[in-house]
């Protein structure tokens, strides 16, 4: 189990190396060098060769390559041209919406996913079964923005339940807070159940179908304990599994919700980056989402060792 | 003729297939079926009410709403299209190679792994931000979102049917890689990538429209879902209909690939019957 847990962290390595590389080379597929975009359409050939020299840009790319790593090592992710300060500053700054709106996301789609999925096996080809999977295929297929643009419309506008957009932060009451992420999260996580739902459904479907079911309904075992203690237990490996995944796209969820509601995360700062062409803020804020991404397979894959000691004697 | 039997008996394939075949129409006739201009300006008509002249309505410049969805379905389907060749293309190569060669296999893939650590959409906007706005360099981006996953399935094939006996008795032929590769190989892996064509198609459908709607995707003036979405956003109090109806399309479209898909799988792979992909990776 340990030769296991030690060769799942050093796969991470090669995984960050491959990610620091593209991320580097992502700055560099941009018309024009760095350092004419940085030193802005006033600057004079003197000055762009200056600017290159000190930001090393004259040297061999092999060479800024192992630089750039080293540079990571540190935590340096470099200045923003635009906010004239450092990159990690202000991805500090805008991390609490995203960080806040992805785990509430995250908290929808498990708490719809999860029990829809079991519902729907344990009344297996039942109207509710059909109904419920009908929605997840409407859920597979409508965009979370979409669906957030329509929840606007319909609670914030035609309602007025709740704002239509903007962003409370923790400092301002965690009610208040709250209130500005319902739609968001909603409208990110349900999108997102229906995976879950989906995945669910099929891993209890085959689950039901194995013989200690049969065995423990046999031996009179009421029907709740069969589907929660029995099944549901092996059943959410396989949903287990779509969480790293759904992690992914809550991320990149969050990133295109924070526009439909005006708040001010991660993703409104990547977008203002990319329209006003500041690089290393791009290149900060998808290497940090990157890592984190990386983590939580990490997680997700040693969590399956406390969950299931099959994987455990592999 | 048996299989086709089979799909056709699953009603939810069928109309995913009529959706499909209806996106596909809708877009090869789009100038006529549109009726005018999507880029004509009717300024006295600014954010009009859906009408008999306006179907769908107006958006902030006057411009005909009907119109612009239906030209954002040809681009959708040219967007959707053109990714998923371009994937098939990089991933069939990838994949081949590395599962073909062990000795590659070990940089390919951690480099895919590598791109596979961005989500999809960061990824897109990512190399959106170095490629700058256009049609083609969206098409590029979300391309190389979808490489590795084609490349993957491909490698897991081939390692499969590398050891099969047909290949060995091949290659006690003298029979060159190349030709193993393309005649023996291919064929085989092809099946489980079309099923994933289908997928990537409507995550790049997907795709564009949110690259589009953020502003960093095709340019503003050229109509696509995204875009009309985008505009609408600011005027989805006095104009909801700019939303509503493009809204309606990208759901039809995506639901219709869905299940399209959705039969197909059922198809030529039934191991996956009723096990959904993480197809949504956009």
């Known amino acids: 189990m340990l030769v296991y847990v030690v060769r799942r962290l050093l796969a991470v390595i090669p995984v960050m190396l491959v990610v620091a590389t593209v991320s580097f080379i992502l700055i560099r597929l941009a018309p024009g060098d760095p350092a004419s975009v940085i030193a802005g359409p006033y600057a004079t ?18 060479v800024q390559l192992v630089k750039w790593w080293g540079r990571l090592a540190r935590g340096d ?142 031996k009179g075992l009421s029907e709740r304990v069969v589907i929660y203690k029995h099944a549901l237990k092996n059943a959410i490996i396989p949903t287990l599994t779509v969480i790293g995944i759904t992690f992914a796209l809550l991320v990149g969820g969050a990133v295109v919700i924070e526009t439909v509601f005006n708040i001010p995360g991660l993703g409104r700062l990547i977008i203002s980056a990319v329209l006003r062409r500041d690089y290393p803020v791009v290149q900060g804020v998808v290497l940090l989402i990157a890592l984190t991404y990386t983590a939580i397979n990490l997680l997700v894959d040693l969590a399956y060792l406390a969950i299931d000691p099959r994987i455990r004697f592999r | 003729m048996r299989e086709l039997r089979v799909f056709l008996r699953r009603r939810s394939a069928v109309l995913g297939a009529v959706l499909v075949a209806l996106n596909v129409l809708v877009a090869l006739g789009a100038p006529l079926i549109a009726g005018v201009d999507p880029q004509a300006l009717d300024v006295k008509a600014r954010l009009a009410r859906p009408t008999g ?69 960061i990824l897109a906007i990512a190399l959106m931000a170095s490629l700058g706005p256009s049609v083609v360099n969206v098409i590029v981006a979300l391309g190389v979102v979808y490489v590795p996953r084609v490349a993957r399935i491909v490698r897991g094939s081939v390692l499969v049917i590398r050891e099969t006996s047909y290949v060995e008795a091949a290659r006690a032929l003298g029979i060159g890689d190349l030709r193993i590769v393309a005649l023996h ?55 909801p209909w700019l939303t509503l109806f493009p809204g309606a399309a990208i759901m039809a479209s995506i639901l219709g690939l869905n299940l399209f898909g959705d039969g197909l799988r059922d198809l030529l792979d039934p191991r996956l019957r009723g096990v959904q992909g993480a197809s949504r990776e956009s």
């Open chain 2, 185 to 239: 190989i291919l064929p085989n892996c092809v099946s489980p990538v079309i099923v994933q064509g289908t997928f990537i198609f409507a995550a790049a459908v997907l795709g564009e429209a949110a690259l589009s709607f953020l502003g960093v995707g095709v340019p503003p003036q050229i109509p696509s879902w995204g875009n009309v979405l985008s505009e609408g956003r600011s005027y989805l109090q006095q104009a």
């Open chain 1, 45 to 62: 050939g003197d000055d762009i060769a200056r600017l290159q020299r000190s930001l090393g840009l004259d040297q061999a790319l092999p």
């Open chain 2, 53 to 121: 002249e306006h179907w769908f309505g107006t958006d902030h410049v006057g411009r005909d709403a009907w119109s612009r969805v239906i030209h954002g379905a040809r681009l959708s389907m040219i967007v959707g299209g053109s990714v998923m060749v371009l994937s098939f293309i990089g991933g069939l190569t990838v994949g081949l190679l590395g599962g073909y060669y062990r000795t590659m296999d070990n940089i390919l893939m951690r480099f895919m792994d590598g791109l596979m650590a961005f989500p999809g959409i």
């Open chain 1, 77 to 218: 992710l470099g200045d923003s041209i635009f906010l004239r300060r450092p990159v990690l500053e202000a991805i500090f700054e805008r991390m609490e919406p995203t960080l806040l709106l992805t785990a509430w996301s995250m908290l929808v789609a498990v708490a719809v996913g999860v029990p829809a999925g079991v519902v729907s096996a344990r009344y297996h080809n039942t109207t509710v079964d059909q109904s419920l999977m009908a929605f997840a295929l409407i859920g597979l297929s409508i965009p979370n923005f979409l669906l957030g643009l329509l929840m606007i419309l319909f609670f914030g506008v035609w309602l007025g339940w709740l704002p239509v957009a903007g962003y409370v932060p923790l400092e301002g009451g965690l009610w208040l807070n709250l209130r500005s992420l319902i739609m968001p999260s909603l409208a990110l996580g349900l999108v997102q159940s229906a995976l879950i739902a989906r995945i669910t459904r099929s891993s209890m479907l085959d689950v039901l179908r194995e013989q200690y079911i049969l065995a423990g309904r046999s």
